[in-house]
């Protein structure tokens, strides 16, 4: 769901600092959320790379997902429309490696814009697993509709959040609502699995592609990369469905507090104009 109007005036952030392009893009990882994104992160991070996971779009600066929304806007998922190199570098400059939610959505812009790097179609154990992953996310409090709308009304850093993840996202997963993801993940997640995968595997030739899983550690992802296995450094499983709830409510619990205080604010004025107004006739 768009607002125009509203995202001009009201929910408009500061456009943040423009990111430049400061190392070369070498890794697009692809495989969607929960299916191992944060483990490869840090493993890549061990190996030296610079990641951008989809966390960065709930931890930084909010400025930057406002344009990303605005990015995916401009394209609406028409393949006639093209995404620049320097586009896309003003918001990944910074990182040589991108993976999760961004790089699901703009998949084939991203390898399109960068045809040098080298991509990792992660995945889980089987489409169940993951599609049972994803789904308990989306029943978490914290990404409830009415929750989500609610903070998203009354504090901005939220507003642009489901601007960018949910609307897209709806449309990614051909849900029945148009500005909700939920519906359409439960009814078509696994079949927009298998459908990303294949479009993955026609794009990307198998000498520049790499199909992995966390099961499978270091060896064949060091081999993909050219790179030695780190010795006595244990592959990281992290982000189990526990943890990851836990950083989920951590992050969300503060945007709460501050959509309340915006409430009880435009509440206080809403209750002192219509004092004003129920007064002025016996001044006139």
Known sequence: MRYPALQTWLYRLPEPPIRRRTKPMKLICVGPSRSGTESLADALGKLGYTTYHGWNLFLEDAGYVQKWHELAASSGGDP??????????????????????????????????????????????????WHSS??????????????????????????????????????????????????GLKSCGIWVLKEHMAMVRGLVPPERRLEWGPEKGWEPLCKFLGTDVPKEVPFPYLNHGEAFAKRVEERFKGRLVEA??????VLAGVLLTSVFVWKLPRFL
């Open 134 to 183: 994803i789904s308990k996310i989306f029943s978490l409090p914290w990404f409830t509709l009415y929750f989500c709308m609610f903070v998203g009304l009354f504090e901005k850093e939220t507003f642009w959040i489901n601007q960018f993840f949910q609307w897209p996202y709806a449309r990614v997963f051909r849900s029945s609502d148009s500005w909700w993801a939920a519906p």
């Open 260 to 265: 309340l205080f915006n409430l009880i604010f």
């Open 80 to 129: 006639d429309v093209k995404i620049t190199r320097e586009e896309f570098d003003e918001l990944l400059g910074h990182a040589d490696v991108v993976l999760d939610l961004v790089a699901v959505y703009f998949t084939r812009e991203l390898i399109e814009a960068y045809p040098e790097a080298q991509v990792i179609l992660n995945q889980r154990e089987s489409y169940q697993a």
